[in-house]
Each structure stands twice: as structure tokens, then as C-alpha cells.
């Protein structure tokens, strides 16, 4: 019953996807104060183990000052600051090897390590990546074997209670969550997730796997793999669906930490608005042409030719949130409707089954609720109205035989 | 001898224009509605964008018969407890007289009219509760349609005022997990695709709801021979004068 309650409750105090972008000024002189006595104390800090140091790296990569300024006020605009607030972040972006980033990976295939590694050529977001302390990752690390596990015992240790853990992938919960196991120990996904994460700061969920189960959890999902959100209880949680996601998101995110010591403001999946409040329909630049009922018929007609909008054959920017269609990817260099085709909605929930099928909703398979036949919406529903035709017109001809019977009788 | 015939006032001025304001609204929902699920026709591509719109008027069509279809069912909402002339929550509640006469009418349907033990002057509890499910269908468009709609309003801001979004934010945002538990979905978190799902699912039942009460009426014209289909047009049926 209290269960019961506690769901109600949930269910009607859900916060939404609003986006207050203006809080006033007595707000943000107030957080100003906050952020810049936390800059002027993580300064005095000597950093963590990470000795590299922004400027070189920035000079090194050719990018000059201006740049990186220019950079800085993108991010404070993303994290919707004031502009005063851009000396602030670019300070914080200075200091990110203060932060003790853990990284550990369960049920994924590396693509968010992958999306931060292999960019075209290394910019500011990816840079900044480098630099933050990152005290363990499976995949970047030279250490395996025995050896990696006593590295990540002593980054738990050295800083416990102050370390980010991100999360990339999902955990499998079938078997005992024996589906997935790491390291000499054969320790499961679910343990070591527990594990670390118990003296974690703040637990960071990157990419559609670890936030909603992702590919992983799609149907039929036989090693009924979840997310994190939903094992993990008592710990501030930050998701960063997509997929991958966009490493300027985690950089937000980072910066958001170091510059405020809190997380920031969540919606109802748990995911940051300054980056998951916004529906990408609404900033597309093909959304004229959904609104003229312009549309890409098939691949390669003359619509597609002429950029129309991609509703047609599958594009799920109408219900999907996340501020590529803002941002983009890789710096600014271009998104999937940029290159001529849909949205997947990879940042929603179960975006695998219910957002990813290519074609408009009305037209995709869509389970029944007993697990069997996949049909359509509409062919589930004419099969409903022509069983209702049927019925109707066994009816009236049974009732005008009966009729007809009737009269004959009285005759 | 020809029988003498009473006439019986059923429907109000007001039910009768509110009856047909929402049919016709239904209509312009379901094909501008299956046109937003999935656009079935094209338009010219040599028409430039601004001549056509074709989209944003089948959403605008959409949205305006929504918002009419939801201001009656709010009156009529406030009809199944206040209304002057008939209130129709006294043939819902499962009283013995109301239970008996269910029976009765789905009886005389199966029957096809061979047995009719029930007094048909009046709206039956059969009726009331067909009705009742049209109702709660219509109150589930109502809050799904919101909720998809709302998304478009991302930002919290609206021409009205922000009471608006935050309103149907905290009006119907419980439609998400009840859309993904109606439609049983697997998945561990529902989405607003299941709300989708279950807008669009929801149309074809009110489909199927509208053949059954089109063929009924029409049934009970012919068979139970009291004129029946002229209530929702003069608002009267004509019954024998030994039973009125």
C-alpha cells in the first residue's frame, strides 16, 4: 500500500520538461557569489594526478585564446547563464582536473568513449575531456588484468566521497545479472556498479544504455537489461541519454559540477534541461518544410534533393528532446537530419523499439501487450473496426430475417 | 386499429446542437488526426512552401476541434450531475432497478427485439453507460492530446500565459506512465511514443464506438418502431399512449 502511495505520488508530482531561462537578477547575482567563491577555493587545490594543463594542450592543437573565450561563452549560453558568468565557466573549464572521474563501462559497445576519442580532430569539448582527472577507464587505460582492478581500488580509496562516476552501458538483471561479469572475480555488472558506486559524488549515466537500457534492453531483451536509474537508489543522478551522446553535453555537465559543486537542473527522466529541454522539432531547420507538408517521400526523390522534411520516412524530432538540432555534433559540424536523414529519437526511453523503425508511428510494428503478433496501430485498428463491420452486419441480417418472420406470423 | 402515439421530449436545444457540434468535430479530428500520423496525401512540389502550409492547417484544424470538443466535455461533465432536464449519473449507479434494465436492453438486442421487458420512453441505464465509455474515451483524447501537445510548448512560455504549459504539465503528464502501462510495454520507463501510441490507438475504439451507436439507433428505429433517430434531430420520440 505504501508503495501504492509513493507511486501516486510520483506519478502527479513529476517535473516536466520545462525551461526557466530567466530566474531574475537577485538569482543569478546570488549564484554568482556562490560560484566564484568555489572557483577562488578549487584554485588553491593543487590538482589530482592529471598534470597536463589546458593551455598547452590548447596551444599544442593550434587553438588560440580567442577561441577557447569564444568556446566559453557557448558553454555559459548551453548551461543558461548570464553572459557575466563566462570568465566563471571558462575558469571552471581551467580547473576540471580537480574533478576525480571514475569511468567504468557494463552492457554497451564503447560508442560515447568512442564518440569523445574519434572526433575529426580533437576540439575544446574533447580537450577538456582529456584533461579532467580521469583515474579509470577500461577502454584508454594501458593497465589490465589485476593490475587495473588495484587502480581503481586506489582511485575509490584516494577519493572517496568526491569522485564522478560515470556509467556507460546498461546492466543486465537476468541469471543473477550473470549476463555480464568483470575482471579475475567474475564480479556481475549489477555488484560492480553497486560497488563503486557507493562512494561516488554523483553517479553520471552516459548514453541511452546506461540511462534507459538502450539496445541492450530492446525487446525482447533476454538478459532484461535496465538502466541505471532504475537499480540504483540514493544517489544524485545525472543522465545523459543519446547515442552516443554528445561529449558537449558531458562537458556541461562537468563544468555545471565544478562550477556550482551541485548538479544541475534535471527533468523528469533525470536528464539536465539545459540540454534535454528542448524537442529538436522546434529548432530544425527542415521544420518549414514539415509545416508545408513538405516531405521525403523515398530515399533519393526529389525531396530529399530539395532537404524536405524527413517525417515520412521515419524522423522522430516531433518527440524527441535533446539540443542537437542546437549544438550538433563533433563542435557544430553537423547532425543526423543535417545529413539527410531522420531522427531515431536515441535519447527517449526504449528508443530502439519505439523510436528507431524508419517510419512514421501510425505505420510501425508495435507489440501487442501479450507479447505476440506485431501489427501496426492503424492495421490493429481497422482489424478492430472491420470485426465491429462484421458484427453489425450479422446482426441486422439476423434482425430483418426475424423481421421478416415476424410479420409473415401476424399475417 | 391504428395505435394513438405520444410525443416524448428526449434531447434538449442544447444536447442536440452539442451532439452534432461533436460529431462534426470528430470528423475534422480523425482526418486531420490520421493526416498528422501520417501524411497520405502530397502536396505540389512546385507550389512554393508558403502557398501550401498543408501540415500546419491540418495541426491548427486539429487543435481548434480539440479544444472545442474539450470545452463540451467539460459541460457535459457538469450535465451527468447538474442538468435540469435529465441526469444521466442515476442510470449509473448499480442499483438493482438500473442493473435489471441493462440486462434488459442488451436482452432485447441479442433477441433482436423478440423480448423487450424494459420501459423505453426514457433513456435506458444500457444507453447511459454505452455512453459513459464514449465519455471516458473522449476524456483520454482530451488529456493524451494535451500532454503531445504541450511538447510543443517546450520553453514554458505561451501567447496566454505560462499558466498554460505549467497547467497542462500538471494536468497531464501521469498520462505518460498510464499510456505505457495501457499499452504494455516492456520497457522499464514509458515514453511520450506510448502516449502516441495510445492517441492513436484510442481513435480507431472511438471508431468502433461510433458504428455501433450509428447501427443501433438506426436498429431501434426500425424495430422498436418509435421514431428513436429523430431525438437528436426535432429532440422527440413517439412512443404508444398506453406506455407513455
Known amino acids: 500500500m505504501a508503495d501504492r502511495i509513493e507511486g501516486v505520488k510520483k506519478l502527479f508530482t513529476s517535473k516536466s520538461a520545462r525551461v526557466d531561462t530567466n530566474r531574475g537578477d537577485a538569482h543569478y547575482e546570488r549564484l554568482f557569489q556562490i560560484c566564484q567563491t568555489r572557483i577562488e577555493a578549487l584554485k588553491t587545490q593543487t590538482p589530482q594526478q592529471n598534470r597536463l594543463h589546458i593551455d598547452d594542450l590548447l596551444e599544442d592543437q593550434g587553438i588560440s585564446r580567442r577561441d577557447f573565450m569564444k568556446w566559453a561563452s557557448a558553454v555559459t549560453g548551453m548551461l543558461m547563464l548570464p553572459s557575466s558568468f563566462t570568465p566563471l565557466v571558462a575558469d571552471a573549464a581551467l580547473l576540471m582536473n580537480r574533478a576525480p572521474v571514475i569511468w567504468i563501462e557494463l552492457s554497451d559497445c564503447a560508442g560515447n568513449t568512442e564518440a569523445i576519442l574519434r572526433s575529426d580532430g580533437p576540439k575544446i569539448d574533447e580537450i577538456l575531456l582529456d584533461i579532467i582527472s580521469l583515474e579509470f577507464n577500461e577502454t584508454i587505460m594501458s593497465a589490465s588484468g589485476h593490475q587495473a582492478e588495484k587502480q581503481l581500488e586506489d582511485a575509490m580509496h584516494t577519493f572517496k566521497d568526491k569522485y564522478l562516476l560515470f556509467v556507460e552501458g546498461a546492466i543486465p538483471m537476468g541469471l543473477d545479472g550473470q549476463y555480464g561479469t568483470i575482471g579475475a572475480h567474475a564480479e556481475t555488472f549489477y555488484d560492480h556498479l553497486m560497488r563503486i558506486s557507493k562512494h561516488a559524488a554523483a553517479v553520471v549515466a552516459v548514453g541511452s544504455c546506461a540511462t534507459f537500457g538502450g539496445v541492450p534492453a530492446a525487446s525482447p531483451n533476454p538478459t532484461q537489461a535496465v538502466g541505471v536509474m532504475d537499480v540504483l537508489k540514493g544517489k544524485p543522478l545525472i543522465n545523459i541519454p543519446a547515442c552516443p551522446a554528445n561529449p558537449a553535453n558531458m562537458v556541461g555537465v562537468i563544468i555545471h559540477y565544478i562550477l556550482t559543486g551541485q548538479i544541475p537542473e534535471l527533468d523528469s527522466l533525470l536528464r539536465p534541461k539545459f540540454a534535454f529541454g528542448y524537442r529538436i522539432h522546434d529548432n530544425c531547420e527542415r521544420r518549414a518544410h514539415f509545416d508545408a507538408g513538405e516531405f521525403v517521400e523515398e530515399w533519393g526523390d526529389d525531396g530529399a534533393k530539395n532537404n524536405f522534411c524527413l517525417y515520412k520516412v521515419g524522423c522522430k524530432g516531433p518527440m524527441t528532446f535533446n539540443n542537437c538540432s542546437i549544438i550538433r555534433y563533433n563542435e557544430g559540424v553537423n547532425w543526423p537530419i543535417g545529413v539527410g536523414r531522420g531522427c531515431i529519437g536515441c535519447s527517449e526511453p526504449d528508443f530502439w523499439d519505439k523510436y528507431a523503425y524508419e517510419r512514421p508511428m501510425a505505420d510501425a510494428n508495435i507489440k501487442a501487450p501479450t507479447g505476440g503478433v506485431e501489427k501496426t496501430v492503424d492495421e490493429f485498428g481497422l482489424g478492430l473496426l472491420t470485426a465491429a463491420g462484421i458484427g453489425i452486419g450479422i446482426h441486422a441480417a439476423a434482425s430483418l430475417a426475424a423481421g421478416k418472420k415476424e410479420e409473415s406470423g401476424e399475417a | ?244
Open chain 2, 1 to 244: 386499429m391504428k395505435p394513438e402515439y405520444k410525443q416524448v421530449k428526449r434531447m434538449t436545444t442544447f444536447m442536440r446542437i452539442n451532439h452534432w457540434v461533436v460529431a462534426i468535430c470528430m470528423v475534422a479530428a480523425v482526418i486531420t488526426g490520421l493526416y498528422i500520423g501520417h501524411p497520405y496525401y502530397q502536396t505540389y512540389i512546385a507550389d512554393p512552401a508558403v502557398d501550401k502550409y498543408v501540415m500546419a492547417w491540418n495541426r491548427w484544424i486539429h487543435f481548434m476541434v480539440a479544444i472545442i470538443f474539450d470545452v463540451s466535455s467539460i459541460v457535459i461533465a457538469y450535465l451527468y450531475f447538474f442538468s435540469r432536464f435529465e441526469k444521466p449519473y442515476k442510470k449509473l449507479i448499480p442499483t438493482a432497478a438500473n442493473l435489471k434494465e441493462f440486462f434488459e436492453v442488451i436482452l432485447n438486442l441479442v433477441t433482436l427485439n423478440r423480448r423487450k421487458k424494459f420501459d423505453s420512453t426514457h433513456s435506458d441505464s444500457f444507453n447511459t453507460v454505452f455512453f459513459l465509455v464514449f465519455h471516458l474515451m473522449l476524456v483520454w483524447m482530451l488529456l493524451t492530446g494535451l500532454q503531445l501537445y504541450v511538447h510543443g510548448l517546450a520553453s514554458g512560455l505561451s501567447s496566454i500565459g505560462n499558466w498554460w504549459p505549467w497547467m497542462l504539465h500538471l494536468v497531464t503528464d501521469w498520462t505518460v506512465p498510464v499510456s505505457g502501462w495501457l499499452i504494455g510495454t516492456t520497457a522499464p520507463t514509458a515514453s511520450i511514443m506510448d502516449v502516441r501510441v495510445s492517441h492513436h490507438l484510442t481513435m480507431w475504439l472511438i471508431l468502433v464506438w461510433v458504428a455501433f451507436h450509428i447501427y443501433y439507433q438506426v436498429w431501434r428505429t426500425i424495430y422498436w418502431k418509435e421514431g428513436d433517430i429523430s431525438i437528436v434531430v426535432g429532440g422527440s420520440k413517439f412512443v404508444k399512449d398506453d406506455k407513455a
